[in-house]
């Protein structure tokens, strides 16, 4: 396969000035007709007319009115065209039905839909499939079925066709089609200048009453973006459908937002707080696209951090600002750490902004979203609220309507501020967390003392990057005076050198400092630090970040310790646990983070990260030590917790009961390791919504009693396809380290084991390798068993098994009886006749 080099960039040789598209749908036989204008790009490279196009049946084509036979190779054709502007006709046949890799058009239970990112179009039609090709559409559905929607605004319908018009110049990639018997919850939105919106989320017959809340995160997402942003809605319809195949959680059409049903359905019954929350911020993240993504765009798909990782961003303040700021935070740097970091410093590590790809579909990924998101908040740190946001709004005037790069982007930072961005920009092109150690220095005086913080940085070699640059890093810091007091406010210390002091002076005594507050650089702190100094820190720091970061360092001090066979700080750590749990001025959301303990994987990344080789069981059984410890050194206070944290009143999905259930769920995980389940078994007989009965059947499987509540959740759900998928899940990834893979290759065999159905897939295949100690089991069973599934999925959906590969991206953290498992399991798969591109290009990676 091809390698495609960011260096190759050239503009494609034409512009489009129009585009028309006729839909008849057949599930086996759909036709596609499509009228395009095309005019010469002035100035582009001279070469052949090529129009991407695969798995397509060219009936017909014509310029100018005119037959042609154009040349068709498996990825598109060439054809001679005239020199001046043409319009190219075509008809081509598809086969929606058999489409399962769910790109392109496709079926899912009789309902056409499409997903066209990246490169989807092409299996649509013959067209320059490339985003900056950007371009006007109409299109005309033929079908019998009654809902039939595309991109837009609707300019026409009648008995058997329907008809949109997208005034918006946009690339293929946001290009959609749904068609089917489906049902709407409306409602409508007013935008600032007056602009009246129909709001549309269209499901199934039978899921209507699980529409609400996610439009109220629509109208919300709406506002916000008028309010925070200035950026208005600029159509008069927005629709939203629901999709039950889905390789992903939703795409950003233009004006037609395509779902997966598990990232926009809920009702307090079958949808946890987490899938509340996720939808919402889902629900923020396609729309607020509208503007950084769709009106303005990527120029290729090197820059899709340009879109992902600003929209992320947004997602996330405004999830912040919807509930609560510190949580959120904590929230997102876990997920980075358990994910960004783990690909970061692993065979897959790429930049921001890669240079090169096989599959682009292969780099949407924690690397280009989360830490894209990271690079953003750290420009706002550095250059203050008022200029990013007076830089956002060059951004958009100066770009509206086109497709952009990194270099546009940094470059209305740079005008707006004055600042140099170049070093910065190494965050983009260089990959690998970096190292930030930390030494100190006090030196009493006679006008106070001076405190010294020495900073020096090293990033780790990555795949073809041998040799880092220093990075412009904010640090932000302040300082605490032993009685507990903030002698120095926070400040961002801007460090760009290798090595660099900076000093703090007029000081009384020696400070304590608090480092990276709000963890305000994606990077990895080295720092010598005491146990007593983290109790410190977890008592007094101001900066709530900090203040859960030094509880984190302290469990996983006791960890590690534990691990190695060395004495553990046990007794001061479940003190401050206590002491933090017990306050009651802290928000419950934020004792609930702080009382859950690090994750198998994050532990094993950390160990690893220390030059140790982690054993997933020890680390396993550490933590369930440590657990069995807090629980029974706390039972009295969590049992206190357990009642007040009770929820009274019909259910509500906010931070403020959401954050009180969390806290509640945190002090029964541990009560059932003393209680022998008895309250998750009352609290699982008594739920009225799924946070207490999922949760309860959590704690209940956690330790191995969970038989009869698994078949009663069973029997109350087994006709709702998004809570089946977590029976599913669950009991694969909480299953004993040593019967997960025989747990999951049981329910490969259940009757309801749809395995061609990405979020079914992904619960019992990505359960068992989100089950670190059971999917690492020494026997290797899971590892075969992860192996066997993705060699049936690749030839049906290479994409989600592209994606399930990255179960394998650890592989170098472990000894060499399982690295050597590992690698049997990929040179297998690797071998498999007929892989796929997508799963190719990994697995190769994850070899190299
Ligand atoms: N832009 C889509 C992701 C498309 C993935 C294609 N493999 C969803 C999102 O980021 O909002
Ligand atoms: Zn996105």
Redesign the pocket.
Known sequence: AQTIYLADYAPFTHTVEQVHLTFRLAPGATRVLSRISFAPTPNAPAGPFFLHGEQLNLISARIDGAPVTPEVTATGLTCPVPDGPFTWEAEVEISPETNTAL?GLYMSRSMYCT?C??E?FRKITFYPDRPDVMAPFTVRIESDLPVLLSNGNPTGNGDGWAEWTDPWPKPAYLFALVAGELVNHADRFTTASGRDVELNIWVRPGDEHKCAFGMDALKRSMQWDEEVYGREYDLDVFNIVAVDDF??????NKGLNIFNSSAVLASPETSTDANFERIEG?IA??YF?NWT?NRITCRDWFQLCL??GL??FRDQQFTGDMRSHAVKRIEDVLMLRGRQFREDNGPLAHPVRPESFVE??NF?TATV?EKGAEVIGMLKRLVGDDAYYQALDLYFDRHDGQACTIEDWLKVFEDTTGRDLSQFKRWYAQAGTPRVRVDEAWSPGPKGGTYTLHLRQTTPPTPGQPDKEPLVIPVAVGLLSPNGDEVVPTQVLEFTEVSQAFKFEGLASRPVPSILRGFSAPVILERQSSADERAFLLAHDTDPFNKWEAGRGLAKDVLSRTIAGKPAPTASFVDALHAMAADTRLDPAFRALALRLPAQDDMAQTLFDSGLTPDPLQIYSALRHLRETIAAQMGGLLADLYDEMAVPGPYRPDAEDSGRRSLRQAALSYLTLIDGGARARTQFAGADNMTEQLGALSCLLDIGAADTALADFRTQWQNDRLVMDKWFGLQVSLAPPDTAAVRANALTEDRDFDWKNPNRFRAVIGGLAMNPAGFHDPSGASYALVTDWLIRLDPVNP?TTARMSTAFETWKRYDADRQGMIRENLERLAATPGLSRDTTEMVSRILA
């Open positions: 790109e997903q990112e990246a989807g390789n992903m959680g939703a795409m950003e889902i993240h396609e696209h993504g879109k992902e929209t992320v682009i579909n949407y979203y994409q």
